[in-house]
């Protein structure tokens, strides 16, 4: 018997056993698979505050990037990189709209020229428009931070604070009248004092196994990895200003829009794809041929540089695009934490850190009335 | 009928056809190469292009895999 | 770019044994074909010869010297081409993706060739297995010292050993020491030659290891059963190997060193699987617990318009691998003839093949299955390895660096490959993958890459389909 237990051994889980140990809860953490199987180690890693509009998801971001920072400083092992990213745009009706977002946003940033993009950026191409520069955007490697996150939680907050479960798949939720008093499991049942659901992609699902609609879709995407570079040919995170856009898009379509960074490893990830096709694994030549050919129109020096491999993943996607956060009042002792679409990793320390104020009956730092479970029409069948 | 090649300026003779890899360990260079963590000499290892050991810098170009590169003559080879 | 216009009957990957067996049999039937090998030369890693002559003594070669010939005058070759990926078109056709580099220092090209149906011919590699020094030059594969003799006239070295797994063992030290090199033993894991201990090997393989053993006695090679290098040292290059005798297991009983300049070693083969697996084909496990494509009796995977031959389908050799390439030829042509006639329930079930053929393959089928049997891989080699050693070469990832990932809750090969990077790398855990997959108490995983072969940004970007098949950003 759990104080809590965790559904999901993704970053979001991680932090939620991380954040609810600090707390004083004991926590079980249950996965069909290992840690950071599902989107997590699909991931870049990204922890951003330059993508978000003003609004409720910016100021869990922030919340969230000051954790990230405090986790990197106190524990870390998840290669926390506070590298800055860049948005450039490629008109100058687009670098108006940048540097009116920055300035609606409250978040630091720096309006960059046109002929001061290359002091921060050697290799960028000729004749972009401008940029905005926002230092906080910052890195982590997402599978070991999940991991680590894990292991801080176990370790620090007392032994068998924190227990893992892995290769655990739960098909159902124990009920004592209306109340969700733990979880059914190929391996047995699990009792705790609360559930929550850090599923991610596969949120909904283990939703529906309450009896409770969470609209929770996949959103693929693809990255691109290049050969380890001997030398750094990438700084920052550097996007173009089309990525804001398509990630509040609600298009089931194909986008696409360049993201390119630099890893400690050595090797340049590309993205950024968004299609909404179910869980479909079978790779799409003129998806990776067109991240290709955005990469190297924003850095022309790496034409020559060569693929080695890709990867897909799939978002957990909200149709509002915001994250579902707290408890649900359709299953009493059902929390909620997934939903965060391409975000997930950035928003989890927050997400938890809250979660974990109202696991012990403490006021959030944060308005999650947004984020509600029940927020969503129920959708006529 | 050989021809040559150099690495770091040092002549290698070839046969025609013969690839970079075979014509460097024939001369007895055995790596040509350091890895960048640990620094480590590699050169042939698979000598079928699978496993990305041998990758050489020949006339200033992107690293390729020196098993499968022919050699042509005049290429040079650097190592570092 | 697109090579051309032209729809092939059939797309053959791979230039060996299997394919250009099956490239010919289906163009002598008369379909368009084409071919597509990496290599500069037809040939694979058995009937691998140099650009001039002299040819190495490679039994069967002036066969296949001819029917390289005679597939040269009625198929397209695409020799240089490496495949990277290959996808499936809404009509139905396949398109292979490929990028080649002209001599022209004009750089990398993407080439697509499109099929009606692929015959999936890739081979196999190595499959070496780690200890401490494994990466120090002077350290080959089997396959690689193979290589260097017949694609190269070039002797690996002068003191050599070979150790390892398998049969193959005996041709690559026979090889060595005919042309010059001093063998100063090869060192079996396994029992031995215990090929006459099996029934179904000591009636066909008896002739063929007989002939090796005789060549190695000529040149004075000790071969050494229950015995495995352990070690190589060195400073910047192979200068002595560690040689331990073995119990049945490969637990060690004891050790001696030897200074030699040259290591060649081998545990087997990995079937090249990657495009089957991309193509959704179905595997299976052979007798070694390598993930192979799954065929039926016509060499068809169950993916529509794919066959596949040779060694994907399960390490055979060459003579397999030519038979399965002569009926997956012929099963193509058949499929060909009988979709031109509008026959879809008998393209179905397909017309017969030649008896004899069938009856030889499944022979040599059974036969291949028995020896991976005979040549197993003990789990004792994972108590040779030191915390430090690399068990991934390309991201330089030691032993207590997969420990630690497997404590911290990597639970599978592919989780320990996402914490710790093994497989990440150059190779794509085509060398590391099946000694992860042991240490990781699992057998190796059907090969994910949805990119084969590296391919710059320039030649990715100028993919001809890089149209997206829907809407677009707005």
Redesign the interface.
Known sequence: MSDVIVVG?GVVGAACAYYAARAGLDVTVVDR?????GTT?AGEGNVLVSDKEPGPELDLALLSNGLWRELAETRGGFEFEPKGGLVVAETGEIQAQLTGLAGKQGVEHRIVAPTALRELEPHLADGLAGGVFYPQDAQVQP??AA??L??HGADSYGHGTVR?R??VTVTGFIRSGDRVTGVRTDKGDLLGGAVVNAAGTWGGEIAALAGAALPVLPRRGFI?????L?EPLIRHKVYTA?YV??VA?D?A?????AVVEGTQ??TVL?GASRERVGFDR?????????L??Q??ALFPA???????????GFRPYCPDHLPVIGADPRAPGLYHACGHEGAGIGLAPATEHLLAQLLTGREPDLDLHPFRPDRFPEEPR | MTFQITIDGRPVPVTPGQTIGAALHAAGVRSWRTTRFGGRPRGLFCGIGVCFDCLVTVNGRPPERACLLEARPGDEVTTS | MTYDLMTYDLVVIGGGAAGVAGALSAAQRGLRVALIDSGARLGGQYFRHPAVPPHPATSGLDRFVRQTRALSERAELLLGHQVWSVSREPGGDLTVHCVTTPGDGSGERPVEVRGRRLLLATGAHDRPLPFPGWDLPGVLTAGGAQALLKGNGVVAGQRVVVAGTGPFLLPVAAGLAAAGARVLGVHEANGGLGLARHPVLALAKAGEAASYALSLARHRVPYRPRTAVLAAHGGDRLEAVTVARLDRDWNVLSTRRVACDTLATGYGFTPQTDLGVQLGCDTRRDADGSPVLAVDDRQRTGVPGVWAAGEPTGVGGWRLAELEGRLAGLAAADDAGLAAAGESAAREAGAALPEVLVRRRDRMRAFARALLEAYPVKDGWQGWLRDDTLVCRCEEVPLSRLREAQDLGATDARSIKLLARPGMGWCQGRICGYPVACLAGEEPAPPRRPVVQPITLAALAEDLSAEPPTGGPS
Do not use: D
């Open positions: 051994a698979g290992p840690v950071a199987g180690g599978m070991l991991a680590r894990l292991r893992l892995l290769g691109l990895v290049t050969e380890p001997a089309a856009t398509n898009s298009s379509a194909l986008e696409t829009s490893a050595g590309i079978t790779t799409s030549v003129p998806v990776l041929a067109r290709a050919e990469a190297v790496l034409r020559g540089v060569r693929v080695i491999r890709s990867y897909c």
